[in-house]
């Protein structure tokens, strides 16, 4: 059977892939977007819905411009992607805090910060370190416990369901083709001519892009491309509605556009592990109940775990194949915070049929030691 011929194929239509792949249908390409299905491991649907910035790219500017610059679109994305779905996506971008429960927490915060400032250079990058009395006032029923916080301007949240629906909606609505159930079993190379078979049909591109999260790392060696990620894990817990009581997300507490909390997350290097651990659960909840005592008079209605995408060094890799030009790939841990990048940025330049130089430090050859060398 002929292959459906496309301008573009993406594989992957969680957060990663739906910005890429509404992006380059932004850009006339006649794109289709691939993707297993719910069996498949999906962070976008399990994620905490920050859009961070603060913690990001300590050692690796380049990384804190990206995720700088991705934040700068989110208010542009966030407007666009509602007029065009009619869906709220809850963007707030006022700040956020990194709280400290202990002197050694505020002083170990404290250095973090100062050295990405000095880092940024001519960049620049706001910080506050803010001590108790003066956080009390910013945050209402702040628990005796914590001493102090990081702030910076550019932090906020999203609904990150919103998110990815809006993404999608936008892309179909579009023109762009949307195929579930559609996971890439086999795959052709050449330059600029990618074949590959799913259960839903075979599709043919001179442009592909794989964003397929952790399938990323099977996946592309067959297209010249290394994307050596593995999954970490994070469990988050929700409670029933409260009034609107936090102005502002941390790290670990926020409080959505619906009224709940969420509390994350954990960092867990336990493989393909998908189940929720009772301990890991209880820390979550007692961080935040020593941060906000108030969170503890309230029910928590869910739970779940999710799996990261995560690269040996936690930055996100993007590479255009050298032996098979026209292959491209994207990973990263912080898809909701880089969509404004992936959709605005990343997009244009896949379209265009080359990465800009600012992408160069997040090539996967920096894992490559031999050749570094
Ligand atoms: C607990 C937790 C908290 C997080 N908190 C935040 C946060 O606060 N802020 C933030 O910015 N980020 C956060 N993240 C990270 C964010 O969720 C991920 O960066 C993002 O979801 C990655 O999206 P993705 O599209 O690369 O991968 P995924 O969401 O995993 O999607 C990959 C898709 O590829 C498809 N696929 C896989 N293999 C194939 C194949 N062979 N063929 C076709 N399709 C395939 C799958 O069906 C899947 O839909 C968090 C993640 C977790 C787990």
């Known amino acids: 059977m002929n292959p459906r011929r496309s301008d573009a194929i993406v594989i992957g239509g969680g957060l990663v892939g739906a910005a890429i792949a509404l992006g380059l249908r932004d850009h006339g390409l006649d794109t289709v977007l691939l993707d297993e299905g719910d069996i498949a491991h999906r962070a976008s649907r399990g994620n905490f819905g920050l859009v961070w910035v603060q913690s990001k790219g300590l050692g690796a500017p380049w990384y804190q411009r990206w995720t700088r ?3 700068g679109e989110w208010p542009a994305l966030a ?3 509602a007029t065009r779905t009619g869906l709220d996506l809850a963007l707030q971008q006022p700040g956020g805090v990194h709280l400290c429960l202990s002197e050694e927490e505020f002083e170990d915060r404290a250095g973090r910060m100062a050295r990405m400032q000095a880092e940024a250079g001519n960049h620049g990058f706001d910080y506050r370190m803010i001590r108790a009395p003066e956080l009390r006032d910013m945050l209402p029923g702040l ?3 914590v001493v102090g916080a990081s702030f910076t301007p550019y932090d906020g949240h999203a609904s990150p369901l919103a998110l990815l629906q809006a993404l999608h909606r936008a892309f179909v609505a579009q023109g762009g083709a949307y195929v579930p159930e559609a996971k890439v079993t086999a795959a052709t190379a050449a330059p600029h ?4 078979e799913t259960p839903a049909g075979a599709f043919a591109a001179p442009r592909i892009v794989l964003a397929a999260g952790l399938g990323n790392a099977e996946l592309a060696p067959r297209f010249g491309l290394a994307a050596p990620v593995r999954p970490q894990r994070g469990q988050v817990l929700v409670t029933e509605r409260a009034r609107p009581v936090l102005p502002m997300p941390t790290t670990t507490v926020r409080q959505t556009g619906e009224g709940t909390i969420m509390l994350g997350d954990s960092m867990e290097e336990v493989g393909f592990d998908i189940r929720q651990s009772p301990p890991v659960m209880a820390e979550i909840a007692r ?12 029910s928590i209605v869910r739970a779940w775990s999710a799996l990261r995408v995560m690269a040996p060094d936690g930055l996100p890799i993007y590479d255009q194949s050298e032996r098979f030009p026209g292959a491209f790939t994207a990973n990263c841990h912080s898809g909701v915070t880089l ?8 997009a244009p330049m896949i379209a265009a049929g080359a990465l800009d130089p600012m992408l160069d430090p997040f090539t996967a050859r920096r894992f490559d030691v031999p050749r570094a060398a």
Do not use: I
């Open 193 to 196: 001519d990618f074949g590959v």
């Open 143 to 145: 628990g005796p416990s």
């Open 287 to 298: 961080r935040a109940a020593l941060s906000f005592p108030w969170v503890g008079d309230l």
């Open 339 to 346: 969509a404004g990048a992936h959709a605005r940025m990343l």
């Open 79 to 81: 407007a666009d992607l």
């Open 69 to 71: 610059g991705s934040a």
